[in-house]
């Protein structure tokens, strides 16, 4: 059984401090497909719902699930408030019962990069098509070696910085983080997150985040070996124009 490293409570508590919603623009992107989509749609790494809910919200039928009990967790009490009922579930994506079938699959913000073994990515992609109705379509973000946060100089490595959330109940949540070297496409960065009451530190978290950079030819590869067509990329979030080499993010369209 697969077991999640990342993405523990207090990760969980910063990411929804931090981004408690989907950016606009992102969102609407996304949702354009889903108007099209005319059918069930699919987010596997849902994480804490910011992109799930306001689909569900618009009365589209999204069904998600996460490897995170935390995130899982966060989502069903958003879920809770809001009186939303959508079908989630804790799950790893190369364990994806592909029994039902769907109109759409959507991986938004870069979570496509939390798969670090290739294999693993290759399995997860086939389940994927596996999962899509004849002509369903798989819209995901790729972030290219460009994102990498330590690509710049070697001074931001071995280099803590940190940032800081401030919780409804008071308490203060420190993030700390190292960017380690990256490696075979890998970036590795230390996050430790701790929770502070006043002057006492009441519960600590250390992660070590890793995020997969894909070249663009080499994820076409992957998407053209499992099986997908009419592949199309964009720049990011903008149906119309292409990606330009020089870009961070490239969003990829492919169809069963």
Sequence with gaps: MNQ???YLTLCTEYYDLDKPTAPEKDLNFYLSFAKEARGKILEPMCGSGRFLIPMVEQGFEVEGFDASQSMLQALHEKCRQ???SPKIWHGFLEELDESEAYK??????????LILNLNHAKQCLKKIFDSLEPGGKFIFEGETL???PNKSTLDVQNRWTGSCKIRPD???????????????GISHILCKYE????????KTEIENFKVRFYPPN????????TGFQGIETHKAFERMIPPHDTDEVIIYECRK
């Design 82 to 84: 809001k009186s939303l």
């Design 170 to 184: 008071g308490k203060t949540i420190i993030l700390s983080t190292l960017s380690l070297p990256q490696e075979n």
């Design 195 to 202: 929770l502070v009451d006043g002057h006492e530190v009441i």
């Design 218 to 225: 080499q994820l076409l590869k992957m998407l053209e070996e």
């Design 104 to 113: 759409l699959a959507i991986i938004p913000g870069g979570s496509f990069g």
């Design 4 to 6: 999640l490293e990342t």
């Design 146 to 148: 460009l994102s990498n």
